[in-house]
């Protein structure tokens, strides 16, 4: 059971590129979310989805794209690179209130730095 | 809108001392309440969660906390400090229903002394 699964982990990108954050878990939660950390600012929610087709915004959803296509997948797009999306993306998992709220699982992360 | 205060960014105590990491939320209905850990590089690792029932969670690795309505509080300890216990920690928060949407504090990071 590999959990939440994020790739890459590390990127490098320059300013105006684009480019797509891979989350995918196989726990067939139904909530999936992004969230960025930076230092001092503990984690901040970027968008989240409560099923396939269904998304919405987090509380810093500027200059990101998502959609879920997908249970098992929630891809976080970047449309043009900035330097302050420079930070460490996490993609989490949950199921459903009904089932237990056992909080959601983390993926390891991807550090980004855009120059 | 929920909030969460984690007081004191650093925490430093001496090997075998007791952990305090306090927490506390701002929320017009009582919610879920979570700490989770972050060691070096890692994702976050859920410690407990208080969902209903007993207001003292027990978590993993010894750690234990208690939620505490009046005072909107869901302070973090542990006995005796361990040198793996050295990472960060943060406390979040979560609506009972709908999205369940984590609104996490700004985290502590812990180090613990020989």
């Known amino acids: 059971n590999a959990g939440v699964t994020q790739t890459p982990k590390f990127q490098v990108l320059k300013t105006g590129q684009s480019m797509t954050l891979q989350c995918a878990q196989d726990?067939?939660?139904?909530?999936m979310s992004w969230y960025r950390q930076d230092p001092g600012m503990g984690l901040r929610l970027i968008h989240y989805?409560?099923?396939?087709?269904?998304?919405d915004q987090g509380e810093v959803p500027n200059g990101y794209n998502v959609s879920r296509s997908t249970t098992e997948d929630f891809p976080l797009r970047l449309l043009s690179a900035a330097p302050s999306q420079t930070s460490v993306y996490f993609c989490?998992?949950?199921?459903?209130?009904?089932?237990?709220?056992?909080?959601?699982?983390f993926g390891s992360g991807t550090r980004l730095t855009v120059v | 809108a929920q909030s969460v205060t984690q007081l004191g960014s650093h925490v430093s105590v001496s090997e075998g001392a007791l952990v305090l990491l306090r927490c506390n939320y701002s929320s017009s209905v009582p919610p879920y309440l979570f700490w989770y850990v972050q060691y070096p590089n890692q994702g976050l690792q859920l410690l407990l969660k208080?969902?209903?029932?007993?207001?003292l969670v027990k978590g993993i690795n010894g750690f234990e906390a208690e939620f505490k309505k009046s005072e909107t509080s869901f302070h973090l300890t542990k006995p005796s400090a361990h040198m793996s216990d050295a990472a960060e920690y943060f406390c979040a928060v979560s609506d009972r229903g709908g999205a369940q949407k984590l609104v996490f504090g700004q985290g502590t990071r812990l180090t613990i002394n020989p």
């Open positions: 989805s409560v099923g396939a087709g269904i998304t």
């Open positions: 989490a998992s949950s199921p459903p209130p009904g089932q237990g709220s056992r909080g959601y699982t």
């Open positions: 208080y969902t209903t029932g007993a207001t």
């Open positions: 726990m067939n939660h139904e909530y």
